[in-house]
């Protein structure tokens, strides 16, 4: 198996390189500089996020509080075709009104 593995890198390093590695760390620097300043952008947005995100959950609360009292204070009918919970057959049977 060593000679197998012997013939294999052999012919490895006699073949040519399948790409040019000028300018290989220049790129890799370019690279790393453009991360960084990614990050440092996300790093200078993250106060804007943070007030999105608590700005859309306070109208999301406050709007959603508004049609629940309304909602609430809604009169309700109870009309012959009307759902009611006070009609169940367990509060029927019961005596439960």
Known sequence: MSERLDELVD????????????????????????????????AALAPVRFASVSLALAMGLTAGGAVAASAALAPQHDGAFSSGAHLAPSNLLEGRR
């Not at 073949?15 to 300043?37: K, M, N, Q, T, V």
């Open 11 to 42: 012919r490895l390093a006699a073949a040519p390189a399948d790409r040019s590695l000028d300018g290989l760390e220049a790129r890799i620097g370019r690279s790393i500089a453009a991360r960084r300043r990614d990050a440092r952008a996300l």
